[in-house]
């Protein structure tokens, strides 16, 4: 299983909402990532979580609290969010940060719409 | 932040040509890679070149590394309406700001 599944495909929130993206990967990938794509921009590392710890974190507002429950799964839990982050969110994972062969498997993507 | 600089921003050519995009990054690396985005959707990996390696290929896809540089190039031969896509080069987990490529059938 060479994929990372993310979900929702799509959301819509209300800036006093509280929600969570999730990200998943069976690769037995030890670094799993949180990017954010705004339209016609490359995206933007936010977090790196390696052997489950969180090792980046690229002073992303606390409005965004990322967390990894094991190996596999990656969540971002998104609270008291503001318009300008609608955006493209992306997951990703690789064998192990750092090293000469980490090329990183991107998930779909979670199209954020905050109202 | 982004790791550096690509151009062109945008590049439009004919079915059956060559496309050419180049990348420039800002410190040492390890490794760089390149990346393909459709419209809106997940990136999906191209090639990885190691720092110690000039130039790798993949069926149509070839890519050159200059270390003293700083600078990488991505070459798609006989390009096709499918190539359509942004490419972006990526160092330390971090992006360049990307090629839009259009291929006119």
């Known amino acids: 299983d060479t994929e990372v599944t993310q979900t929702p495909k799509h959301l819509v929130m209300g800036m006093t909402n509280k929600k969570s993206l999730k990200c998943e990967q069976h690769?037995?990938?030890?670094?799993m990532y949180w990017y954010k794509q705004k339209a016609k921009k490359p995206p933007e590392l936010m977090f790196v979580?390696?052997?489950?710890?969180?090792?980046i974190n690229e002073s992303v507002p606390s409005r965004f609290s990322p967390e990894c429950p094991n190996s596999s799964l990656l969540n971002l839990h998104l609270h008291a969010l503001q318009p300008e982050d609608s955006a493209l969110y992306l997951c990703?994972?690789?064998?192990?940060?750092?090293?000469?062969?980490?090329?990183?498997?991107f998930g779909p993507g979670t199209r954020l719409t905050v109202l | 932040s982004q790791q550096g600089e690509e151009d062109p921003q945008a590049l439009s050519i004919q079915e059956g040509e060559n496309a050419t995009m180049n990348c420039s990054y800002k410190t040492s690396i390890n490794n760089l890679q390149w990346y393909r985005q459709n419209s809106g959707r997940g990136l999906v990996h191209l090639i990885l070149?190691?720092?110690?390696?000039r130039e790798k290929h993949s069926g149509r896809l070839r890519v050159t590394l200059d270390t003293s540089k700083k600078s990488s190039s991505l070459l798609i031969t006989a390009s096709r309406a499918a190539d359509t896509a942004s490419y972006f080069c990526a160092t330390d987990m971090r992006f360049g700001a990307g090629t839009r490529l259009t291929v006119k059938p």
């Open positions: 070149i190691r720092s110690n390696e």
């Open positions: 990703a994972s690789s064998h192990i940060p750092g090293s000469s062969y980490n090329e990183q498997f």
């Open positions: 690769m037995g990938h030890r670094a």
């Open positions: 979580y390696s052997y489950e710890k969180l090792s």
